[in-house]
T-cell receptor
Framework: QKEVEQDPGPLSVPEGAIVSLNCTYSNSAFQYFMWYRQYSRKGPELLMYTYSSGNKEDGRFTAQVDKSSKYISLFIRDSQPSDSATYLCAMSSLGAQKLVFGQGTRLTINP | DAEITQSPRHKITETGRQVTLACHQTWNHNNMFWYRQDLGHGLRLIHYSYGVQDTNKGEVSDGYSVSRSNTEDLPLTLESAASSQTSVYFC???????????FGPGTRLTVL
């Protein structure tokens, strides 16, 4: 079993829809949770960063962490074609510099 | 502006050849990482370094090596390229204040 599991999709939704992307993990030591966005033929870029449990909002994006269930989510409101990308979750434990990545979910927003 | 660059961006080589992929960062970050990205596997860590002269193996290190002689560079060497090493390779760096990693643009390697 992988430390971090992420449904690879692909996921295709119409413009304006609410998108929910999720990851589960098995390592209870994980404290830092991130979402990276990767456009086609580009390197990943950090989108959201949360520490421990709770929610974080940034514009149309909301990251949620539920440590009791070992489950994290990324919500995209009012999705746009420019949100079409691969979204990767990543996690690390306290004091660790290494990240453990999920497989990535390929998302397409249709105009 | 600080950045992280990789070269070459594309490489085609033959089985058995030695190949070196370059990674250069101007962030002055202590930590540098090499990943490979394949369909269905996401990003898998090959090697990483927490400073000059420090190198560590990741989860898929067999057939790869790195050396860190300065802060800016972490070249990745494939000792004897195999077709299973056909992949997209990403270099990343981070500082010790938080663990956000900044990624390079990637190198697409094909081993024939």
């Amino acid at each position: 079993q992988k430390e971090v599991e992420q449904d690879p999709g692909p996921l295709s939704v119409p413009e304006g829809a609410i998108v929910s992307l999720n990851c589960t993990y098995s390592n209870s030591a994980f404290q830092y949770f991130m979402w990276y966005r990767q456009y086609s033929r580009k390197g990943p870029e950090l989108l959201m960063y949360t520490y421990s449990s709770g929610n974080k909002e940034d514009g149309r994006f909301t990251a949620q962490v539920d440590k009791s269930s070992k489950y994290i989510s990324l919500f995209i409101r009012d999705s746009q074609p420019s949100d079409s990308a691969t979204y990767l979750c990543a996690m690390s434990s306290l004091g660790a510099q290494k990240l453990v990545f999920g497989q990535g979910t390929r998302l397409t927003i249709n105009p | 502006d600080a950045e992280i660059t990789q070269s070459p961006r594309h490489k085609i080589t033959e089985t058995g050849r030695q190949v070196t992929l370059a990674c250069h960062q101007t962030w002055n970050h202590n930590n540098m990482f090499w990943y490979r990205q394949d369909l269905g596997h996401g990003l898998r860590l090959i090697h990483y370094s927490y400073g000059v002269q420090d190198t560590n193996k990741g989860e898929v290190s067999d057939g790869y090596s790195v050396s860190r002689s300065n802060t800016e560079d972490l070249p990745l060497t494939l000792e004897s390229a195999a077709s299973s090493q056909t992949s997209v390779y990403f270099c990343a760096s981070s500082d010790n204040l938080d663990n956000e990693q900044f990624f390079g643009p990637g190198t697409r390697l094909t081993v024939l």
